[in-house]
Protein backbone atom coordinates (compact mmCIF):
# COMPACT_ATOMS: atom_id res chain seq x y z
CA UNK A 1 0.00 0.00 0.00
CA UNK A 2 1.49 3.32 -0.90
CA UNK A 3 1.83 6.46 0.99
CA UNK A 4 -1.28 8.51 2.13
CA UNK A 5 -2.52 11.28 0.05
CA UNK A 6 -4.14 14.50 1.86
CA UNK A 7 -5.55 16.68 -1.01
CA UNK A 8 -4.16 20.88 -0.46
CA UNK A 9 -7.20 22.84 0.32
CA UNK A 10 -7.50 26.97 -0.35
CA UNK A 11 -6.71 27.66 3.38
CA UNK A 12 -3.16 25.68 2.40
CA UNK A 13 -2.42 27.82 -0.94
CA UNK A 14 -3.43 31.32 1.26
CA UNK A 15 -0.66 29.84 3.68
CA UNK A 16 1.79 28.84 1.08
CA UNK A 17 1.11 32.66 -0.27
CA UNK A 18 2.00 34.40 3.36
CA UNK A 19 4.84 31.88 3.81
CA UNK A 20 6.79 31.77 0.49
CA UNK A 21 6.72 35.46 0.70
CA UNK A 22 9.25 36.42 -2.18
CA UNK A 23 9.94 34.16 -5.85
CA UNK A 24 12.90 32.35 -4.57
CA UNK A 25 11.08 30.73 -2.10
CA UNK A 26 8.43 30.02 -3.91
CA UNK A 27 8.96 27.18 -5.87
CA UNK A 28 10.54 25.12 -3.35
CA UNK A 29 6.98 25.84 -0.63
CA UNK A 30 5.21 25.17 -3.50
CA UNK A 31 7.13 21.72 -4.64
CA UNK A 32 7.32 20.55 -1.58
CA UNK A 33 3.65 21.23 -0.77
CA UNK A 34 1.53 20.33 -3.52
CA UNK A 35 4.17 17.47 -4.83
CA UNK A 36 4.94 15.39 -2.25
CA UNK A 37 8.41 15.08 -3.16
CA UNK A 38 11.34 14.32 -0.66
CA UNK A 39 13.72 17.27 -0.37
CA UNK A 40 16.36 15.13 -1.75
CA UNK A 41 14.54 14.70 -5.16
CA UNK A 42 13.68 18.38 -5.02
CA UNK A 43 17.42 18.60 -4.71
CA UNK A 44 18.08 16.99 -7.67
CA UNK A 45 15.59 17.81 -9.84
CA UNK A 46 16.60 19.34 -13.14
CA UNK A 47 14.69 21.20 -15.59
CA UNK A 48 14.77 18.42 -18.53
CA UNK A 49 12.21 16.37 -16.01
CA UNK A 50 9.84 18.96 -16.17
CA UNK A 51 7.45 19.39 -18.93
CA UNK A 52 5.61 22.00 -17.97
CA UNK A 53 3.31 21.93 -21.48
CA UNK A 54 1.97 18.83 -19.74
CA UNK A 55 2.64 20.00 -16.03
CA UNK A 56 4.59 16.83 -15.14
CA UNK A 57 7.38 16.38 -13.42
CA UNK A 58 9.38 13.45 -13.97
CA UNK A 59 11.84 11.96 -10.77
CA UNK A 60 14.76 10.38 -12.20
CA UNK A 61 17.40 11.15 -9.60
CA UNK A 62 17.84 12.98 -6.22
CA UNK A 63 21.06 14.58 -4.69
CA UNK A 64 21.78 13.64 -0.72
CA UNK A 65 22.39 16.30 1.68
CA UNK A 66 26.26 16.43 0.63
CA UNK A 67 25.51 17.78 -2.49
CA UNK A 68 25.87 13.88 -4.20
CA UNK A 69 23.52 13.08 -7.37
CA UNK A 70 21.99 9.55 -7.83
CA UNK A 71 19.59 7.44 -8.74
CA UNK A 72 16.36 7.29 -6.49
CA UNK A 73 16.70 5.11 -3.57
CA UNK A 74 14.34 2.44 -4.94
CA UNK A 75 12.37 1.94 -8.88
CA UNK A 76 9.31 3.23 -6.98
CA UNK A 77 10.96 6.37 -6.63
CA UNK A 78 11.22 6.53 -10.48
CA UNK A 79 8.25 8.26 -11.19
CA UNK A 80 5.83 11.08 -13.29
CA UNK A 81 4.20 13.54 -10.83
CA UNK A 82 1.24 15.90 -11.97
CA UNK A 83 1.65 19.50 -11.74
CA UNK A 84 -1.31 21.95 -10.75
CA UNK A 85 -1.80 24.59 -12.50
CA UNK A 86 -0.24 26.90 -9.63
CA UNK A 87 3.10 24.91 -9.28
CA UNK A 88 3.58 25.19 -12.94
CA UNK A 89 3.51 28.87 -13.35
CA UNK A 90 5.64 29.52 -10.59
CA UNK A 91 8.11 26.73 -11.73
CA UNK A 92 7.64 28.65 -14.77
CA UNK A 93 8.63 32.28 -13.44
CA UNK A 94 11.17 30.75 -11.79
CA UNK A 95 12.63 28.86 -14.78
CA UNK A 96 12.97 32.84 -16.29
CA UNK A 97 15.31 33.92 -13.30
CA UNK A 98 17.04 30.69 -13.37
CA UNK A 99 21.29 30.89 -13.69
CA UNK A 100 21.43 27.18 -13.35
CA UNK A 101 24.62 25.73 -15.30
CA UNK A 102 23.88 21.92 -14.82
CA UNK A 103 20.12 22.21 -14.87
CA UNK A 104 19.44 21.76 -11.55
CA UNK A 105 16.09 23.62 -10.94
CA UNK A 106 17.32 24.63 -6.99
CA UNK A 107 20.79 26.21 -6.59
CA UNK A 108 22.22 27.99 -3.42
CA UNK A 109 23.80 31.15 -4.39
CA UNK A 110 27.45 29.24 -5.00
CA UNK A 111 25.77 27.08 -7.65
CA UNK A 112 25.11 23.90 -5.64
CA UNK A 113 22.39 21.75 -5.16
CA UNK A 114 20.15 23.89 -2.54
CA UNK A 115 19.85 22.06 0.88
CA UNK A 116 16.49 22.17 0.79
Excluded: C
Excluded at 57 to 69: C, E, G
Aim: proline share 5%.
Amino acid sequence: MGRRRYPVTGGDRGLLARIAGPLEAAPVDGGLLFTGLRASELRGLRWEDIDLPKRELHVRQRADRYNKIGKPKSGAGQRTVPLISYVANVLREWKLTSKSKDGLVFLTNTGKANSL
